[in-house]
């Protein structure tokens, strides 16, 4: 399996429900990102979490990291059918440079529907 | 502060033709970055640029493939004898020289490749 692996897949709840979604990854890392996509669209910043965090939060948004683990946790709560859209997960390599060459997971589709 | 601008936003080529995406950066950043999504995958990543250098293309095809990012004007994907294989959307972001962890990313231009 590849660094950065989402799940589930896919994802269908009802408004006002909490979505999770979760990455695993593979390598150590500096920090871990989420990207929101639009279908048709570019790649939106939603948050980022460093190696040294445990839990962050930003509005309705939050994201746990497990470093222990290699794996991260979005949590989106009292979705809006607005909040439609795949979700990636991208991780920065602790190995190389610290220039953010980003790895991206495979994404989740999360359909809110209302 | 106008974000990443990509051009053309859709381009169709037919096979053995060229095709050239420009990208240019957020005002102020001197980094750039390409990456790739095939149809239902995330992104994945190709080159890494400062301005006049190209500091990592490990995700770059060997052949056919080549980028710049130049002292005046766009940073510049160019493909050359398109095969309908390179079919994809391709993303740039650039981000700014003290904060590459987090990049932010044009709206992509859809390649097809007839």
């Known amino acids: 399996s590849q660094q950065g692996e989402e799940d589930p897949q896919a994802l269908s709840i009802q408004e006002g429900e909490n979505a999770t979604m979760n990455c695993s990854y593979k390598?150590?890392?500096?920090?871990l990102q989420w990207y929101r996509q639009n279908s048709g669209r570019g790649l939106v910043h939603l948050i980022l979490?460093?190696?040294?965090?445990r839990e962050k939060h930003s509005g309705r948004l939050r994201v746990t990291l497990d470093t222990s683990k290699k794996s991260s946790s979005l949590l989106i709560t009292a979705s809006r059918a607005a909040d439609t859209a795949s979700y990636f997960c991208?991780?920065?390599?602790?190995?190389?440079?610290?220039?953010?060459?980003?790895?991206f997971g495979q994404g989740t589709i999360l359909t809110v529907h209302p | 502060n106008a974000g990443v601008m990509q051009n053309p936003r859709h381009l169709v080529r037919r096979r053995g033709q060229e095709a050239r995406l420009r990208c240019s950066p957020m005002k102020g950043h001197s980094h750039v970055y390409w990456y790739r999504q095939l149809p239902e995958e995330g992104l994945k990543f190709m080159v890494y640029?400062?301005?006049?250098?190209?500091?990592?293309e490990s995700g770059m095809p060997k052949e056919r493939f080549s980028a710049e990012f130049p002292k005046e004007g766009p940073s510049i994907l160019r493909i050359q004898q398109v095969v309908r294989g390179d079919s994809a959307a391709y993303f740039c972001?650039?981000?700014?020289?003290?904060?590459?962890?987090?990049?932010?990313f044009g709206p992509g231009t859809r390649l097809t490749v007839l």
């Open positions: 991208a991780t920065d390599y602790a190995g190389g440079t610290s220039y953010g060459k980003l790895t």
């Open positions: 972001a650039s981000s700014p020289p003290s904060r590459t962890d987090t990049q932010y």
């Open positions: 979490i460093r190696s040294n965090e």
């Open positions: 390598t150590s890392i500096n920090n």
């Open positions: 640029l400062q301005k006049e250098n190209i500091i990592d």
